[in-house]
């Protein structure tokens, strides 16, 4: 029973009795439930290590101009992914418009960024569930089990259809916004008697400006994932139409829960409490007085860190699996299941990575990881789209999206990813200069060792006319 | 240009190929961890005994600590007082601009040379 993927080239591949490819099965709202529902976790947890950066108005300031890069990203992304639609999305990207290395390294980001958000979100369950422990008179309760649990539970799911998988990211991700929505509803002061206290609770910024500018590096958490819309691309019935709107709408989705839940937090916590909060959310419902609230939001919690690893390990795995598929990595990794149809080989051997790190490592430390593999990514993406653009001008290639006012977003974003590396070293430099010697090490070791086993011409799938100036 | 044929990798190889990425991974995430080099610069700052006024914290924050478990100023003081140091020197700045812009530039300069290969396979020679 040997089980091979799609769009392996026949030199590749050619002793293989059978191709079995991932199934198109996905919609609109199911590539928006894949976006929203990594990110929405981060509503939920995380986002608030921006406050404690900068200050409550540093973070929202963080929020916003974060909203603006994501906003490019989504922009840029959506107009590459419309025609560069397959498994791996960012790394086929790059693998087409910049080069294998490139697209190695981006591969290796978008890996360790969704494994990596993958271990924040187990390591919350296992709080969430502490913190419920101790408020229900049961202390010590150990936190391992349920990481294990979550994890494990999650890469079954994935490793048995990604219909079903979506599917149920689709409801928890609808049921955790609502959580949002009605708790800023319950708590607004049009609604009534109000529990926030914005102008007792506000304070200026207690490092100045430099706190706004370091409180970017925990601000991209409020949208971290976005872009993984595109991991699923070869399994959307109608890539062009469906990611685009799926990946838009999510960002829309995003600012608006990320700006209710500043709202909502920094009107119930002094900032000092809220900038180190392990689930700021289910604090501001402990503190708004209702019980339902703190029930709903405990659930909305649970919801949204599920169905982010969910996303996580669906995301992850792709990347992984079309490495495998290429020889990036041993192409043993580039196997779809044959009855169910997924990258399963992949989804497992990434399960133990996902746990050394949830069982090891601090929170705001693992979130770092993830946000700096992101941070990266977002680097590569201007560089993307101007190379796309220069090598396959638009009249060459028709694209499912174009977007507008080329190459502002471009230079915008790669002017924000600048101001975000710089408020990474500030507090977190040590671990940024580690992160990027690892990748300039794997990058020695993938040109003058790995790359010797790939096959040139094979990796360049896509009907596209030879690119310009080549 | 004459197409490459790359060589079959062993079994052996590909385990070994996968543990040596593996470990750089864990490594390079790890290693600071344990050397002590990771994790953010915040630090409490002692606070001889503590009140709520001398943690410049108001009655509706205070409520607010009391709300969350906090039942005295010296529980919280930690947590209050705890800041990040934001100062940095302009040689370990430079290091990190030149570590990052050196990253991105010996990937696009490899990448660049990868890419035409593929292209010349591909298409063929000009």
């Avoid at chain 2, 079959?8 to 390079?28: E, M, P, R, T, Y």
């Avoid at chain 2, 790890?30 to 410049?56: C, F, R």
């Avoid at chain 2, 050196?102 to 591909?122: H, N, Q």
């Amino acid at each position: 029973m040997v089980e091979t993927a799609t769009q392996i080239p026949a030199s590749i591949d050619a002793s293989t009795p059978e191709k079995v490819g991932l199934l198109r099965v996905l919609g609109p709202a199911h590539v928006w439930a894949l976006g929203v529902g990594i990110v929405l976790v981060g509503e939920y947890m995380g986002w608030n290590f921006a406050v404690g950066k900068g200050g409550a108005y540093a973070a929202l300031i963080a929020c916003w101009f974060a909203g603006v890069l994501y906003t490019c990203v989504a922009m840029i992304d959506s107009e590459v992914t419309s025609t560069v639609a397959a498994a791996g999305g960012q790394y086929t990207q790059a693998k087409h418009i910049v080069g294998p290395l490139m697209a190695f390294n981006v591969g290796l980001y978008l890996v360790f960024a969704y494994t990596m958000l993958e271990a924040a979100n187990a390591i919350t369950v296992g709080f969430l569930i502490d913190t419920v422990a101790v408020m229900t008179g049961h202390d010590g309760l150990d936190q391992r089990p349920f990481i294990i649990l979550a994890i494990m539970f999650l890469a079954w799911l994935n490793y048995r259809g990604v219909l079903a998988t979506l599917s149920f990211s689709l409801v928890i991700t609808a049921i955790a916004f609502s959580a949002i929505i009605i708790l800023f509803l319950a708590t607004a002061p049009f609604m009534g008697d109000s529990p926030l206290r914005h102008a007792e609770l506000m304070t200026d910024l207690p490092y100045g400006w430099l706190g706004v500018l370091a409180s970017m590096h925990f601000g991209l958490w409020y949208y971290l994932g976005i872009e993984g819309t595109t991991q699923a691309a070869e399994e959307v019935r109608s890539p062009a139409r469906a990611l685009p709107f799926g990946t838009l709408a999510g960002i829309i989705t995003l600012l608006i829960a990320a700006t209710l839940t500043w709202y909502v937090c920094v009107g119930l916590m002094p900032w000092e409490y809220l900038g180190q909060a392990g689930v700021p959310l289910f604090d501001a419902a402990r503190l708004s007085g209702s019980t339902f609230l703190m029930v709903l939001l405990g659930i909305g919690t649970l919801f949204a860190t599920l169905a982010s690893a969910n996303g996580c390990i669906c995301d992850a795995s792709r990347a992984w699996f079309a490495m495998g598929r290429d020889h990036y990595l041993p192409s043993w990794f580039g196997a779809v299941h044959p009855t169910y149809r997924t990258p399963y080989r992949s989804i497992i051997f990434l399960v133990p990575i996902a746990l050394i790190f949830a069982l090891g490592a601090p929170l705001d430390q693992v979130i770092t990881f993830s946000i700096l593999s992101g941070l990266l990514e977002y680097t590569f993406m201007p560089l993307n789209v101007i190379l796309f653009r220069r090598k396959w001008p638009l009249e060459t290639i028709k694209r499912g999206y174009e977007h507008p006012f080329h190459p502002i977003p471009a230079i915008v974003l790669l002017c924000l990813c600048g101001v975000a590396f710089f408020a990474v070293f500030l507090g977190y430099g040590t671990q940024l200069v580690a992160m990027v010697s690892f990748y300039v090490i794997v990058s020695l070791w993938f040109h003058f060792w790995r790359y010797r086993f790939v096959s040139r011409a094979a990796q360049f799938s896509m009907p596209w006319p030879r690119p310009a100036g080549y | 240009m004459a197409r490459y044929i790359p060589p079959v990798q062993s079994k052996v190889g590909q385990i070994v190929d996968v543990i040596v990425l593996l470990v750089l991974a864990v490594g390079a995430l790890y290693i600071p961890l344990w050397m002590g080099l990771a994790g953010s610069s915040k630090v409490p700052v002692p606070v001889d005994n503590p009140t709520w006024e001398s943690l410049g914290q108001n009655p509706a924050m205070v409520e607010k600590w009391n709300q969350l478990g906090y039942a005295d100023a010296a529980s919280a003081a930690e947590v209050i007082s705890a800041r990040f140091d934001y100062s940095f020197s302009l040689g370990s700045l430079v290091l990190m601009i030149v570590v990052i812009v050196g990253y991105y530039a010996i990937m696009l300069r490899f990448s660049e040379k990868e890419f035409r290969d593929v292209i010349s396979e591909k298409f063929g020679e000009r």
